[in-house]
Each structure stands twice: as C-alpha cells, then as structure tokens.
Nanobody
C-alpha cells in the first residue's frame, strides 16, 4: 500500500502562485510514476501533469503548459506541482496519484493509489 497526502492548497488571487506537495508513505516511492489530476465542481476530471519514476519525463495538460511544473524528490518521497500565473479556471480539487506505469489519464483505474485531494481556489 501507498498512502498519499497532499498539502499546499488554499486561496490565491489570479496571477499568484501555489506549490502543492504530495508526500508518499508505504512502499518505495521511486517505484511509481506520479500524476496530478484536478476536478472542478460540475466538470469532468482533468489531467494536469505527470512525471516518470526518476523525473526524466514530464507531461502537462494543454491548459497548464507553461504555467505549471511537476517535479519530484525521491529522497523525500514527495512530488510537487508548482503553479504559477494562476487563473480562476484553475479552481478545483487537486489530486495526486501514483502508478507503476506513467499514464496521461484521468481514470481512477489508471493509477494504483490516490490522495484525498486538496482544494485550490483562485479568485479574480
């Protein structure tokens, strides 16, 4: 089992920045690719970013390219999502997820483990 706990969310004004963290415990963190997925009220889940087990490959959803950066520190069992130039449409619950295969997917079955989610609210 892997437990994932997100932190760093909150309320920020448009144009501001936040950094989300996802701390993993349990099995070896470096065995897993990591993803960030978000869901806004009344909207479908959206793939935000993904990173391979060693950080060598990263992928981003079109709506966040150039503004968000995904990274990881395997020594700290932590994945990060740096979010800059935030917009009101970035408001959502953000989930981190771990999978043995890096999939650019929003399906729950595409990942082995999910965090509980954290709210990010961007005011205009």
């Amino acid at each position: 089992q892997v437990q994932l706990v997100e932190s760093g969310g909150g309320l920020v004004q448009a144009g501001g920045s936040l950094r989300l963290s996802c701390v993993a415990s349990g099995r070896t963190f470096s065995n897993y690719a990591m993803g960030w997925i978000r869901q806004a009220p009344g909207r479908e889940r959206e793939f935000v970013a993904g990173i391979s087990w060693n950080g060598g490959r990263t992928y981003y959803g079109d709506s966040v390219k150039g503004r968000f950066t995904i990274s990881r520190d395997n020594a700290k069992n932590t994945a990060y999502l740096q979010m800059n130039s935030l917009k009101p449409e970035d408001t959502a619950v953000y989930y981190c997820a771990a999978g043995q295969v890096l999939r650019l997917s929003v399906l729950r079955t595409a990942y082995d483990y999910w965090g509980q989610g954290i709210q990010v609210t961007v005011s205009s």
